[in-house]
T-cell receptor, first 113, second 109 residues
Framework: GAGVSQTPSNKVTEKGKYVELRCDPISGHTALYWYRQSLGQGPEFLIYFQGTGAADDSGLPNDRFFAVRPEGSVSTLKIQRTERGDSAVYLC???????????FGPGTRLTVL | RKEVEQDPGPFNVPEGATVAFNCTYSNSASQSFFWYRQDCRKEPKLLMSVYSSGNEDGRFTAQLNRASQYISLLIRDSKLSDSATYLCAVKYGDDKIIFGKGTRLHILP
């Protein structure tokens, strides 16, 4: 079956612009996670959704970052006033429930010039 | 101190050799433990969960030492295809996974 998909695969933007990154989880998975991975680092947790609600957003670095999952399926990560330090691969993962294995999508590579 | 620490390597190991990685974690409340494999420019994929009694999957053996708060991964009879970055990860309850930086492994022909 289809895995987690993320669009776009690559995004190049200019400092100060707004970007949206999309995640389509595996069908039926109730838990959805966003991570950010910088070069030479492991994935860093950003936010976790259980259904439509954000159960834990403690990893969002500041108020420029926001994520939604309005219907409990697709999620969008939104970054306002992008900075060069936001450049990274943004990974989405989903799991059947919070106790199950997380499956990762291929990521969106964000480059802020 | 980082929550999950790993030697970044790289480990350069001849094909057929045995290689071992260790990982330490700082939060004694950690409940679940994992090794992930990540190929260059790809997403992480679960290699194996790590159980208190230790567990084996083919050439791969994982061990957990709760008292010393470390996790290990042993790869026997290494193959060229084992070349990748191996990420150690811990989880508290039903929430997020905390990853280490990863250990790079190069298997040499």
């Amino acid at each position: 079956g289809a895995g987690v998909s993320q669009t776009p695969s690559n995004k190049v933007t200019e400092k100060g612009k707004y970007v949206e990154l999309r995640c389509d989880p595996i069908s039926g998975h109730t838990a959805l996670y966003w991570y950010r991975q910088s070069l030479g680092q492991g994935p860093e947790f950003l936010i976790y959704f259980q259904g439509t609600g954000a159960a834990d957003d403690s990893g969002l670095p500041n108020d420029r970052f926001f994520a939604v999952r309005p219907e409990g399926s697709v999620s969008t990560l939104k970054i306002q006033r992008t900075e060069r330090g936001d450049s990274a691969v943004y990974l989405c993962a989903s799991s059947l429930s919070a106790r199950n294995e997380q499956f990762f999508g291929p990521g969106t590579r964000l480059t802020v010039l | 101190r980082k929550e999950v620490e790993q030697d970044p390597g790289p480990f350069n190991v001849p094909e057929g050799a045995t290689v071992a990685f260790n990982c330490t974690y700082s939060n004694s409340a950690s409940q679940s433990f994992f090794w992930y494999r990540q190929d260059c420019r790809k997403e992480p994929k679960l290699l194996m969960s790590v159980y208190s009694s230790g567990n084996e999957d083919g050439r791969f053996t994982a061990q957990l030492n709760r008292a010393s708060q470390y996790i290990s991964l042993l790869i026997r009879d290494s193959k060229l295809s084992d070349s990748a970055t191996y990420l150690c990860a811990v989880k508290y309850g039903d929430d997020k996974i905390i990853f280490g930086k990863g250990t790079r492994l190069h298997i040499l022909p």
